[in-house]
């Protein structure tokens, strides 16, 4: 059983055919997805809530404010705190820092990261960590605050980072960017970590891994993903998949079958 750990099901571009897409992640082996709830912006925090009311295989995150924005009012953080008592709401995240796109001022993005860190610690949920041109402050903000449980998704950072977040006792996950041709390090990284601390994603609709680069992407492609991570591992697919999914269920205190 496939797990796809990080897809955005509310947005916009599934609104044609998302139906056709789950469908489509089902027949590709997919047992759990996790929809990220960003939405548009803080008024959707919860916009996977209809999502996983309506599919008992799917789970949900919650986010405050994604990558920053504008300064985020006090109420959201109840807000979130509120919601999150969904029996599906898994997760806080994603939040974390963006340098490249710097969308609002890094001292804001850090104090908003920080508060959500704070959040799922006290509501005791794994975070789920953005960081793009930001390394050394996401260290230093995760090591200020020791959450207890959280994935660094769509990892694109080195060796130091990965280390760090495995010191820590995070797991680190894979997007499509692993299959890029260009990703050799990261591959590296794929290759190396332990069994137990992985996870694959799509990140989907951005990202589609080889050998549907540049098109949509959507959950059923996590399969091209996970099926070149074994190869670089040296394990079968269905190996990879079992020990993604014990993953998974572990890190966000799932319990299927
Ligand atoms: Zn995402």
Redesign the pocket.
Known sequence: MLIES?A?LDDARFNADRDAVLQRARDAGIGNILT?GIGAGPDDMGCGIPIVEAHDWIYASLVVQPHGAEKVEERRYTQSEELSKHRKVVAIG?TGLDYYYDNSPRDVQREVFRRQVELASKIDLPVIV?TRDADEDTEAILKEHRPARGVI??FTSGDRLANFALSIGFLISFSGIVTFPNAKGLAEIARQIPADRILIET?CPYLAPVPHRGKRNEPSFVADTARFVSQLRGITPDELAGQVSANFEQLFAIKTS
């Open positions: 990080h955005h990220i994603e953005h998704h769509c990140d």
